[in-house]
């Protein structure tokens, strides 16, 4: 990745983990080499947008919920956080 | 070469890498001046064969690491390449052009100061082969080397 450009923080380790797929089955699923996998989980290569929406439409999430220009926190903690006690 | 050696190139980090391009960049040109600076001396001619030959060897195997690194991956004849080895070519690609410009702006420069110095330089075939020798060995290996120079450390499988 060039280091100009912006990083782009994703869960795809997470996601893949939770779903039991090594790289080699979701790079199959995507059609790219495995390594390219393990490259955008470290951040060192950011998606194409069209590669992004397959991750997203494979995975069956919107795709803020994988990647993000800010880091991501836990998804559990996203999931269980409580809301802003003005709506409450 | 078996499959360890193999992984093993495929795995090298960037830093040790870097060092190759940088051996095999500077080896030929360095190998190339002792040639020259020794052809006038006392030294027998099978000694400074054998130097050069010597200087030239790490050079060779320093680029033959460097092919085996982008392994189709510039040619993209043998290997499907995704969007991202795509992308890595183009970038391999782009530095190419930029290194050569800077090489052959050096060496006009260096010519050109040597020629308005009042040198004269004679353009025969022995002098010629180092240039022409250049030419074959690096302008085929500069975007595999510079793919080799590029590319960050490969992920551990998982």
Known sequence: MADSQRRVHNRLAVLRAERGLSRKQLADKLGINYQTIGYIERGDYNPSLELALTIAELFRLPIEAIFSLKPMTPLSEEIFREPPTELR | ???????????????????????????????????????????????????????????????????????????????????????????????????????????????????????????????????????????????ALMLAWIEADRPADG
């Open chain 2, 1 to 143: 070469m078996s499959t360890t050696t193999t992984s093993r190139i495929d795995y090298l980090p960037r830093s040790r890498r870097r060092r190759l391009v940088a051996v095999a960049l500077a080896g030929y040109p360095v190998a190339v001046a002792a040639l020259v600076a020794l052809k006038h001396g006392d030294l027998n001619r099978w000694l400074v064969l054998a130097v050069f030959l010597l200087l030239l060897l790490p050079t060779l195997a320093a680029l033959a690491v460097g092919y085996r690194y982008a392994r189709g991956r510039i040619g993209g004849r043998r290997v499907r390449l995704d969007e991202r080895d795509l992308s890595l070519r183009q970038q391999a690609y782009a530095l190419s052009h930029q290194v050569l410009v800077v090489i052959l702006i050096a060496a006009t420069a260096i010519t050109e100061i040597f020629l308005t110095s009042g040198n004269t330089l004679r353009l025969d075939a022995v002098n010629f082969w180092p240039v022409a020798m250049w030419v074959i060995v690096y302008l085929p290996a500069l975007p």
